[in-house]
């Protein structure tokens, strides 16, 4: 009997150590979950800045390039040193998401050959009793970037409807 006084106390403060090592476990994991969570938001807001950014360059090749001749390169797009944005500071407080043109390639908005890129070449189609055609397609590559570091990028081809054809 008296070998097994404080037995109970030893037993307790083991459960204890136990318990305690369960707890600092689970606050580790739930970091861990709210890092990866922080992760995936900067780089949704990144992509969705150069989703942006693409609707932004379809919309200037739709304006101002209707006749492109192949090879011509939309220099009045924002660039790196001076990009777009979107947003506003109540959803961004820590500041705005951006866009531009992908500096890691040489000509990122550029009139392609219509023969040689994906689609073929233009077509005339009856519209409401006038013709419609193509003109070349351009090839966007477009980046959005968070304040944070976070990058995205897109690459894609737009053509534009023309009236009277080629």
């Known amino acids: 009997m008296r070998r097994e006084n404080g037995s109970a106390l030893i037993l307790t403060i083991m459960v204890l150590l136990l318990l305690g090592m369960i707890g600092m476990s689970a ?18 807001a990144a992509f969705y800045a150069a989703e942006a950014g693409l609707a932004a360059a379809k919309d200037e090749v739709r304006k101002n390039y209707n006749y492109a001749k192949i090879g011509e390169t939309i220099t009045t797009f924002p660039t790196s040193a001076a990009p777009g944005t979107f947003g506003d500071t109540s959803l961004y407080p820590h500041g705005l998401p951006e866009y531009y043109a992908d500096p890691d390639v040489t ?6 050959d219509p023969v040689s890129s994906p689609g073929g070449g233009g077509s005339n189609m009856r519209m409401g009793g006038s013709n419609w055609g193509y003109s070349a397609p351009y090839k966007l590559r477009v980046v959005g970037a968070t304040p944070d570091g976070a990058k995205a990028k897109l690459e894609a081809v737009v053509m534009n409807r023309i009236p009277g054809g080629y």
């Open 27 to 44: 606050l580790d994991t739930v970091m861990r979950d709210q890092q990866v969570a922080g992760f995936q938001n900067r780089s949704t």
């Open 107 to 112: 000509d990122p908005m550029k009139a392609m």
